[in-house]
T-cell receptor, first 111, second 115 residues
Framework: QQQVKQSPQSLIVQKGGISIINCAYE??????FPWYQQFPGKGPALLIA?????SEKKEGRFTISFNKSAKQFSLHIMDSQPGDSATYFC??????????FGKGTTLSVSS | GAVVSQHPSWVICKSGTSVKIECRSL??????MFWYRQFPKQSLMLMATSNEGSKATYEQGVEKDKFLINHASLTLSTLTVTSAHPEDSSFYIC???????????FGSGTRLTVV
């Protein structure tokens, strides 16, 4: 049973455009929702994270939107740049437990 | 910020031998460490969770006798792949939880190739 479903699997965006990646979760006990960026051959790096007491969090060009009733959250990358080309993973967990990852989205930003 | 050092970054070993991967939290004490496995173009799959001084908890389907995890201190966890086979070839990533915000920090990963 996949606890965190991520879409799309791949995404191509033009430079300067908005990249949007969506995730849905099933476990209502989850209380931490991070997004990670991973480059080939490297470990994942935390981009931004949100907790269910807020509906949106913005850090620079990255924004998480969170919909608790729908059990969905999304990552928006504004003004996408070629350097943003990477694989993005959403994740979720309940306090203290291991992060459960979505299947990932490969983002390509064309210049 | 919190830093996790993972070594080696890559290793090639012969089938039947054992390989040890180290994961160290450099500037914080890790109350819990996690080991993940990632196949090419796939997601991170949790293998086991370890707490300092206690036995690791393995996920269903992960052979605990094959993937030995030791968490002897609050800053070091090791994963030993015993009697490695080509199908064990993968990218292994550790994660440590701790620091002032109890966040999750990942190591840079270890590419294991068994020939």
């Amino acid at each position: 049973q996949q606890q965190v479903k991520q879409s799309p699997q791949s995404l191509i965006v033009q430079k300067g455009g908005i990249s949007i990646i969506n995730c849905a979760y099933e476990n209502t006990a989850f209380d931490y929702f991070p997004w990670y960026q991973q480059f080939p051959g490297k470990g994942p790096a935390l981009l931004i994270a949100i907790r269910p007491d807020v509906s949106e969090k913005k850090e620079g060009r990255f924004t998480i939107s969170f919909n608790k009733s729908a059990k969905q959250f999304s990552l928006h990358i504004m003004d996408s740049q070629p350097g943003d080309s990477a694989t993005y993973f959403c994740a979720a967990n309940q306090a203290g437990t291991a992060l459960i990852f979505g299947k990932g989205t490969t983002l390509s930003v064309s210049s | 910020g919190a830093v996790v050092s993972q070594h080696p970054s890559w290793v090639i070993c012969k089938s039947g031998t054992s390989v040890k991967i180290e994961c160290r939290s450099l500037d914080f004490q890790a109350t819990t460490m996690f080991w993940y496995r990632q196949f090419p173009k796939q997601s991170l799959m949790l293998m086991a969770t370890s707490n300092e001084g206690s036995k690791a908890t393995y996920e269903q389907g992960v052979e605990k006798d094959k993937f030995l995890i030791n968490h002897a201190s609050l800053t070091l966890s090791t994963l030993t792949v015993t009697s490695a086979h080509p199908e064990d070839s993968s990218f292994y990533i550790c994660s440590a939880r701790g620091g002032k915000d109890h966040g999750y920090t990942f190591g840079s990963g270890t590419r294991l190739t068994v020939v």
